[in-house]
């Protein structure tokens, strides 16, 4: 399967633990995004890569969040000091921009957080 | 701001019958993409149909087509021949090429295709 892949696929933690979350994008895809889903609403932007460099990060992305794509390859997403208003379905999309209108995201299925 | 609303937050419709999911958008941008995204319960997001704003022909994916409106700024979906696989959550989405380039999604509209 060469879609993107999110690992791990649920995660449950108690109020205040840091957690970690890894996205493998689709090969070759040069740009990477995380999205925040709450229950019943559509993903919400948080920020996104061009390659390693982090371009964009939402409002949303407060101080505890922290997002790295080391080599242009996966990338992490941490969360520190997680509150219970941060469960939620984090998404990874990757898309593939090469200088014409192709920047169609590709979505994984998602990391589910329960912040207990 | 750019917005995207979805007016109905779920709809049925019967095996083999045809529905419209809407989606209106606000943005005073010229360029832009409009997409239809299908979320399976408890399964990832997938690509239903996507639409370039600078494109007048409405974009069709098989049993999928979109009627899309530039200046009622209004991006409808329409399946045909429903079918039960069809069940899913469908967000439309916005967004706007170049360097910023984060995509809004509408609440949603959650279908039931009955058999």
């Known amino acids: 399967d060469t879609g993107v892949s999110q690992d791990p696929r649920h995660k449950i933690t108690k109020r205040g633990q840091n957690v970690t979350f890894r996205c493998d994008p689709i090969s070759e895809h040069n740009r990477l995004y995380w999205y925040r889903q709450t229950l019943g609403q559509g993903p919400e932007f948080l920020t996104y890569f061009q390659n390693e460099a982090q371009l964009e990060k939402s409002r949303l992305l407060s101080d505890r969040f922290s997002a790295e794509r080391p080599k242009g390859s996966f990338s992490t997403l941490e969360i520190q000091r997680t509150e219970q208003g941060d469960s939620a379905m984090y998404l990874c999309?990757?898309?593939?921009?090469?200088?014409?209108?192709?920047?169609?995201?590709?979505f994984g299925p998602g990391t589910r957080l329960t912040v207990l | 701001a750019q917005t995207v609303t979805q007016s109905q937050p779920e709809m049925s419709v019967q095996e083999a019958e045809t529905v419209t999911l809407s989606c209106t958008y606000d943005?005073?941008?010229?360029?832009?993409?409009l997409f239809w995204y299908k979320q399976p319960p408890s399964r990832q997001m997938i690509l239903v149909i996507r639409q370039e704003a600078y494109k007048q022909q409405n974009a069709t994916e098989n049993r999928f087509s979109v009627n899309f409106q530039k200046a009622a700024k209004s991006f409808s979906l329409k399946i045909s021949d429903s079918q039960l696989g069809d069940t899913a959550m469908y967000f439309c989405a916005f967004m706007t090429p170049g360097d910023n380039n984060d995509m809004r999604f509408g609440a949603g509209t959650r279908l039931t295709v009955k058999p």
């Open positions: 999309a990757s898309s593939l921009v090469a200088g014409g209108p192709t920047d169609t995201q590709y």
């Open positions: 943005t005073s941008e010229n360029n832009y993409y």
